[in-house]
């Protein structure tokens, strides 16, 4: 584990750049009193709901790390939040995982109903795209490029596959490959998505992106390792939302598969590949470095 | 009505648009067998189900009227085919229309489960931006125009607007102007859209484009307002999903409100308005007249 940024105040960064979205995210959406004011409530409920706006604070910590700018990465930043807001709100469907609480909220539904919480989900996925299209783009990444990457990775090979592959997986044994495939696409896809964005963003050289895809890739299977751990290991008000779930249903974790002591080394494992990526950038991803940190030491 | 295009061949012309349209959609869907299988059945059940392929349809046709190739034009067509059928998915789940019957066939969810049919949808919409994105762009017309075009007509304003303003209708006494703005989003905006993006894949004038605008808006109302009639007059079996579904739940129609006789009135009138729009195009729009009068006097 790196010690060299000590001096860089990651509780500063994520504050101001939390500030900066919710901002953002605020002007992109609909107002709560546009009609039909139902679903931009809805909308609005889950978006600002508490979340810790990991995805846009790493996004938006790329784009630095390449040089660019926080004004023109902070669409693509909303963007992916809306995407991972919007696969939160359908996860907790009664059809799907069935929980009651995220982020220490009654979820979507349990607040507006069925009904409005599929519709929420549909609609917070489709201005994910409407803001995404009001990105700057570049000659080397066109908005093309930037809706195929968020496209993709949000589509029925990713994103939508790991929710599939976790839903089917339930109350079967599943080997560790099994497990791999399911953590790479419901939580490194997106989150391997917004460390590119964030580069794309700053027009970053084809080699800065390859870094940040190693990077996102084992950023995001250890964040998805390390939410296995927190579900067996802390309690429901520590998390925010229902804690033990993983073993009530029989889901196939690494704690469940390799055991708790094992999944942390896996854990360590991936944090320290994820940092070998960043050699190329010679010290100024020091936002992405100190993130990583935080996202293995974190405790809910 | 017009008269002037008995020679126009709208069944050949149907029947080769729907062939192409189910190519480029067999070569766009990912595969049956492709890992998550259950996803891209489920995807593929309900994109192959036999739909009328209206929306393709109309959108080759303004391709057409503005001297655009098929070629150009269908990867768009594609995209709104997905998003009209995410959209039908979703409809159907029980927390909404609860429908049992589409198309003549078991609804997504009656096959594969709720929670499957929830994220065959939400595939089915990224993948329409997916494909959009690969569509040819013009210096009048970029990506960032037309992944806005679609995702304006689909989202929290338009598309999903009508189904959250429908589902919060049902049971409600709504006056023709309440039942004008659910039909406006409900099916004009994505018809309007899909007539539009067919003359932005042709590069077409800004004067085409907004003559096209007129066309869809005005075909789009009528099309519902014939919907509605369809449903109090047609059998299920004729119409292979659930007749007299709107009466059944209290659903505000057209039917309903004004009556049989005043509606049929209003779907003529609006369908004229339509026709007027198309004068800019000098008898070039052959297809896309036909379609419209056609789509007046359809039986299903």
Chains 1, 2 share one sequence.
């Not at 040089?67 to 992916?80: H, M, N, R, S």
């Not at 359908?90 to 599929?118: Q, S, W, Y």
């Not at 002591?261 to 994820?274: G, H, M, N, P, V």
């Amino acid at each position: 584990m790196p010690t060299k940024n000590k001096s860089f105040d990651l509780n500063a960064f994520l504050a101001s750049r939390t500030e900066s979205v919710n901002r953002a995210l605020d002007r992109f959406l609909p107002g709560e009193k546009t009609r039909p004011a139902t679903i931009h409530r809805a909308m609005r409920y889950s978006i600002f709901a508490g979340g810790k706006r990991m995805r846009p604070a790493i996004l938006l910590a790329a784009a630095a790390a390449c040089g660019g700018t926080e004004k023109e990465a902070l669409p693509l930043a909303c963007a992916v939040e809306c995407i991972h807001t919007y696969s939160l709100i359908h996860d907790d469907l009664p059809a799907m995982d069935n929980d009651d609480f995220r982020r220490g909220k009654p979820t979507n539904h349990k607040v507006f109903g069925e009904g409005i919480a599929v519709l929420a989900g549909d609609a917070l996925l489709t201005q994910a795209f409407e803001i995404a299209a009001q990105a700057r783009s570049w000659p080397r990444y066109s908005h093309r490029d930037l809706i195929l990457e968020i496209a993709r990775a949000s589509g029925s090979l990713q994103l939508v596959a790991g929710q599939v592959a976790d839903l089917e997986g339930e109350g079967k044994k599943l080997s560790v490959a099994d497990l791999r495939y399911i953590h790479e696409r419901k939580t490194s896809a997106l989150l391997c998505c917004s460390v590119r964005l964030g580069g794309m963003s700053a027009n970053c050289t084809p080699a800065q992106l390859a870094a940040l895809t190693q990077f996102g890739y084992h950023v995001g299977l250890a964040f998805q390792v390390i939410d296995d751990i927190l579900d067996v290991t802390q309690t429901s008000e520590q998390l925010g939302k229902t804690a033990g779930k993983d073993v009530a249903v029989q889901k196939a974790t690494y704690p469940a598969i390799v055991g708790l002591e094992k999944s942390r080394r896996i854990a360590t494992q991936l944090t320290d590949k994820a940092f070998g990526a960043l050699k190329i950038f010679r010290g100024q991803a020091v936002a992405l470095e100190a993130l990583a940190e935080y996202l293995l030491k974190r405790d809910k």
